[in-house]
Nanobody, 124 residues
Framework: QVQLVESGGGSVQAGGSLRLSCVAY????????MGWFRQAPGKEREEVAR????????DYVDSVKGRFTISQDNPKNTLYLQMNSLKPEDTAMYYC?????????????????WGQGTQVTVSS
């Protein structure tokens, strides 16, 4: 089992920055992929970014490319999401997720473990 605990959300003005953190507890050896998702009221959960174990390759949704950076500190079992140049449309609940799954990972259903979420609000 893996427990994920997010922190770092808050309220900022457009153009500002936030850094989200996600600490993983439990059996973290063998986790293949970790990611950040977000969900705004009335909208589906959207994958924002993911990072793979080993080589650390990353992937981002187009709307955040060049503004957000996903990274991880393995000794601290911590995943980060640095968010710069924030826009009002980035407002959402942000969730950390992790999976042991190998092979193709297509979306939220492929992630086994989820945090409780941290709210990000960007005002114009």
């Amino acid at each position: 089992q893996v427990q994920l605990v997010e922190s770092g959300g808050g309220s900022v003005q457009a153009g500002g920055s936030l850094r989200l953190s996600c600490v993983a507890y439990g059996y973290t050896d063998g986790l293949n992929c970790m990611g950040w998702f977000r969900q705004a009221p009335g909208k589906e959960r959207e994958e924002v970014a993911r990072i793979y174990a080993g080589g650390g390759s990353t992937d981002y949704v187009d709307s955040v490319k060049g503004r957000f950076t996903i990274s991880q500190d393995n000794p601290k079992n911590t995943l980060y999401l640095q968010m710069n140049s924030l826009k009002p449309e980035d407002t959402a609940m942000y969730y950390c997720a992790a999976t042991y799954r190998r092979g193709i990972i297509t979306g939220p259903a492929d992630f086994d473990y989820w945090g409780q979420g941290t709210q990000v609000t960007v005002s114009s």
